[in-house]
């Protein structure tokens, strides 16, 4: 017979005995799970991600934690979402109706730079979107900023009245170079637009520009009438370096402009000189002619580096045209010494640099010649006062494999070469060689990096003939066929992404490229600036590094999807490989990456 505690101990195996037994999964089942949203996550037994890292997740999926576990066969009912990658009431979004009316990524601090995809932070938002209680609040009539990303009375835009009109990027310290996108600081704004109370001033004739940026009475203009008239970039010492966009210092002018109260004085025949930059009888041209006739830039050591946009340095020339009393000399050029002359120098062609007393390369280097030029040598001296020309020799044609001298498309190849390749390789795009040696004027290493760039931009644009993706044209907003919504691919490398057209704005000086992406589709220009642009930052880096191959250039420009594994697309490689051919001589053999 059992004892009653035998008994006891026999009922209670019997009773585990009869459970149900539970298994549990370490994939599914937890509370803390994987989704594409909250909901989605809460509504079905999805990978668990015990520690609330996203890290834990594959297809791009967010962890959630605090999740109901009845779909996995638990009892507990769905609570809010699980705070740190989405909800609560300071969320990001397009605008604000967009981030209020949907449960999405969080920015608990408030700051812009704790969103992705170009969203912005705003806070006080309803959480009922995330299963919470609080109602939506009605919409303001612009959102309250996240602190130290905009705001405040200091803000930037495109003009007073752009600024003015809306919570815009914050410019506390009063400097240009604070604002992106190419806007402008300005002051004393209204904070109406940000929640504030203060009441919108009466927009002044001109703004009151940030200091050290602008204002002043000695500014930058493309003439004096230019610069008077404008309230511009200041250049307080008075120097030409101090301008950009190939603008000149003008002193002495009115501050009207810029809401001072000087009068404009009455425009000079000629504007008085910045000093130490314009002036003097050695000055820069692009012909004697033209720097004899103009008080240009001076190059008081006569070294051609001492002038810009091309121009080269001149001496002897009158004053006249600058306030002196000199008189014109005889237009005969003298060159300024250690720059032009001698029997090796630079031109676009043997007999260009034959026939003129150009600049001179005399280590032989195409590195020593501007504006691609080629430097060749054995040269005649008659045309810089001195021996006669010899009979032209063979002209020596770039390496097609020598990174060493990089130099201009123009220097690299004939048109007529450039066109039966084209030709050759089944592209029928008239003018293109005009366009491409205008619009990309970067150097380039060799005729291998030719073949890779004219290659890979043939297969982009299909041939030279889409300047807009297929799949997105006409389309502004993300959406299944086409993510980049508004930035999508444009031009002939297919520009894409809104990071992209934006870094390309301010690279490109253009803040036109992000705010009106159309045209680069519309502008070829425009289109080959951002070839350049995006070839120079992102392709030739990695062809220095990896070596002037397809693999190399493909994982610069689409690696993502036809490197790793993934096949490169057959079209590019038949492009590449015929410009290589048709460039070189020779092609490789690669066909991954």
């Known amino acids: 017979m059992l004892s009653s505690r035998a008994l006891l101990v026999l009922l209670a195996l019997t009773q585990i005995l009869a459970m149900p037994t539970m298994l549990l999964n370490a994939r599914d089942g937890a509370s803390t799970r994987c989704g594409k949203s909250w909901a989605d996550a809460n509504g079905r037994c999805g990978q668990a991600c015990p520690s609330g890292q996203n890290s834990q997740c594959s297809n791009g999926e967010t962890c959630f934690k605090d999740l109901a576990t009845a779909s996995c066969g638990g009892g507990s009912p769905a609570p809010a979402p699980a705070p740190g990658n989405t909800g609560g009431s300071t969320r990001c979004g397009k605008s604000w109706a967009d981030a209020n009316g949907k449960c999405g990524q969080s920015c608990p601090t408030g700051q812009n ?20 209680s609080s109602p939506a609040p ?26 003015n009109g809306k919570c815009g990027q914050s410019c506390p310290g009063g400097q240009n170079s604070e604002c992106s996108n190419g806007e402008t600081c300005f002051k004393d704004l209204a904070t109406a637009s940000c929640g504030g109370g203060s009441p919108a001033p009466a927009p002044a004739p001109a703004p009151a520009p940030a200091p050290g940026n602008t204002g002043g009475s000695t500014r930058c203009g493309k003439s ?91 001496k002897d020339l009158a004053t006249a045209s600058c306030g002196g009393s000199s008189p014109a000399p005889a237009p005969a050029p003298a060159p300024a010494p250690g720059n032009t002359g001698g029997s090796i120098r630079c031109g676009k062609s043997w007999a260009d640099a034959n026939g003129k007393c150009g600049q001179s390369c005399p280590g032989g280097q195409n590195s020593e010649c501007s504006n691609g030029e080629t430097c060749f040598k054995d040269l ?36 007529s070469k450039f066109n039966s390749a084209l030709q050759t390789c089944g592209i029928s795009k008239s003018g293109l060689y005009q366009s491409l040696v205008k619009g990309f004027t970067a150097p380039l290493a060799n005729l291998r990096e030719l073949a890779l760039l004219v290659g890979n931009t043939a297969h982009e644009s299909g041939a030279f003939v889409y300047v807009e993706e ?49 045209v680069v589709q519309q502008d070829e220009a425009t289109n080959w ?5 995006y070839w120079t930052t992102a392709v030739q880096p990695a062809l220095k590094a990896n070596g002037y191959t397809l693999a190399a250039s493909v994982r610069a420009i689409n ?18 490989h015929c410009f290589e051919q048709q460039f070189t001589g020779s092609q490789s053999g690669q066909t991954s990456c």
């Open 113 to 132: 730079s704790q969103c992705s995809n170009g969203e912005t932070c705003f806070k006080d938002l309803a959480t009922a979107s995330c299963g919470g």
């Open 138 to 163: 009605a919409p303001a009539p612009a959102p309250p900023p996240a602190p130290g990303n905009n705001g405040g009375s200091a803000r930037c835009g495109k003009s007073w009245a752009d600024a």
């Open 224 to 314: 004096w009438a230019d610069a008077n008239g404008k309230c511009g970039q200041s250049c307080p010492g008075g120097q030409n370096s101090e301008c950009s966009n190939g603008e000149t210092c003008f002193k002495d002018l009115a501050t009207a402009s810029c809401g001072g109260s000087s009068p404009a004085p009455a425009p000079a025949p000629a504007p008085a000189p910045a000093p130490g930059n314009t002036g003097g009888s050695t000055r820069c041209g692009k012909s004697w002619a033209d720097a004899n006739g103009k008080c240009g830039q001076s190059c008081p050591g006569g070294q051609n580096s001492e002038c810009s946009n091309g121009e080269t340095c001149f």
């Open 380 to 415: 005649a001296t008659a045309s810089c006062g001195n021996s006669p020309a010899p009979g032209p020799g063979p002209a020596p044609g770039p390496q097609p494999d020598d990174p060493s001298n990089p130099t201009s498309i123009q220097s690299l190849i004939s048109e």
């Open 470 to 518: 297929i799949a997105c044209a006409g389309v502004t907003s993300p959406n299944g066929n086409c993510p980049y919504g508004l930035y999508h691919g444009r031009g002939y490398i297919q520009l894409s992404w809104d990071y992209n057209y934006r870094a390309a704005a301010s690279a490109l000086n253009r803040p036109d490229i992000f705010s009106n992406p159309w």
């Open 529 to 533: 600036s951002t070839v350049q642009w």
């Open 559 to 576: 690696g993502g999807l036809e490197c790793g594994g993934n096949p490169i697309a057959a079209k590019r490689i038949q492009f590449v």
